[in-house]
């Protein structure tokens, strides 16, 4: 499903996995959206995501989850 923030800018939902979560990409966690600041690359295909709260999330090589993210026009 595609919309439009905002801002004016198209948005969709994504399914990532740790090869292809971004910075920038908004994921919702226990009900509260956090927004990815920094990625750190782990053994075995594995990351850290640090969100912009300062908090924490590792997830295996296979983990997938639903992100929201600005898309780029065509």
């Not at 948005?11 to 927004?35: F, Y």
């Not at 924490?56 to 639903?66: E, G, K």
Request: charged fraction near 20%.
């Amino acid at each position: 499903m595609n919309a439009w923030a905002p801002g004016g800018a198209l948005v969709g939902s994504v399914e990532v996995t740790a090869a292809t979560v971004q910075i920038g990409d908004v994921i919702q966690l226990g009900g509260h959206a956090h927004r990815v600041r920094d990625l750190f690359q782990l053994p075995q295909g594995a990351k850290q995501l640090v969100f912009e709260s300062g908090e924490l999330l590792t997830i295996h090589a296979r983990t997938r989850l639903l992100v929201v993210r600005s898309l780029r026009r065509r």
